[in-house]
């Protein structure tokens, strides 16, 4: 098994060259985003940083306890972060059922995956535990944010829709079908477009870093295959609880559109 090529501090400054490439480009271009750009790359560098640090204090000790807080805590973050993301006015029953969603759909997905596929023992072993909830859960993340956000974005552009096919009858499920299953299908596609170019196109992350590590390729290939099919299933789990429970908010208990 080959050694992990050290990178170091002094070549990993060499690195920081393309951010100083990006901010050359624009404000070539005139693009007022030289502050934003610094600005998180200042963040993603001390946030991974103090991960580091975290991570090896969390794997050392290997305890139930710490690695529930940490998986908590990545929710609280990760909803937190989903909320900030959606631009469009939020009412508290859309709200809660945005948490229900992402909490349901990534404790599922996470330990079905954990006991059942990897069967991991202690189920709780925090370097596996702890990356594999974070690619389930950053990436369900963005998969409800951009639901939501086209769910609501929907309700509003198709509200004379609704209404007329409430008054022919329909109930509000079927009034608003459409606007679901669009919703769906919109948010669950940059996970399949992901998909269908992963091996092809590019190799994806989790594969690279294992193959960095000296794993052997076809090792690799199982974990990202599973990885891969837990983040569907996560995303989908959510996607379907928002879009099902979701346009429910929307109306109040005679059936009529809220405004």
């Known amino acids: 098994m080959s050694e992990i090529i050290q990178i170091g501090p002094l070549r990993l400054i060499f690195a920081y060259a393309f951010v100083l490439l990006l901010l050359i480009l624009v404000r070539g271009q005139g693009i007022a985003k030289e502050k934003e750009i610094i600005i998180s790359t200042l963040r993603m560098t001390v946030q991974l940083i103090l991960m580091g640090y975290v991570l090896i204090y969390i794997f050392e000790r290997s305890l139930v306890y710490i690695t529930l ?25 859309l709200g809660r059922i945005i948490i229900a969603s992402m909490v349901t759909g990534t404790m599922v997905t996470t330990f079905y995956f954990l006991l059942l ?16 909830a974070g690619m389930v859960i950053g990436n369900s993340m ?16 198709r509200k004379v829709l609704v209404e007329g096919a409430l008054m022919l009858g329909a109930t509000p ?11 769906f299908t919109a948010a669950i596609m940059p996970t399949i477009n992901s998909m269908v170019g992963m091996g092809i196109i590019f190799i994806p992350g989790m594969m690279t870093g294992q193959i960095l590590a000296g794993a052997s390729p076809l090792v690799a290939i199982e974990y990202q295959i ?12 959510t ?21």
């Open 117 to 132: 596929v990897i069967n991991l023992d202690p189920w709780y072993e925090p370097r596996y535990f702890v990356p594999i």
């Open 142 to 157: 963005t998969g409800i944010a951009l639901g939501a956000e086209r769910l609501i974005g929907e309700m509003k552009a």
């Open 226 to 237: 599973a990885i891969m099919l837990a983040i569907l299933g996560s995303v989908s789990i």
């Open 239 to 259: 996607l379907f609880m928002l879009t099902r429970l979701g346009y429910q908010t929307f109306f109040n208990k005679w059936s009529q559109l809220e405004e």
């Open 173 to 183: 499920k079927e009034a608003t079908a459409a606007i679901t299953g669009d919703v």
């Open 69 to 93: 807080a940490v998986f908590l805590l990545m929710l609280f973050f990760a909803i937190r972060n989903i909320f900030a993301r959606i631009k469009a006015s939020i009412n508290k029953k």
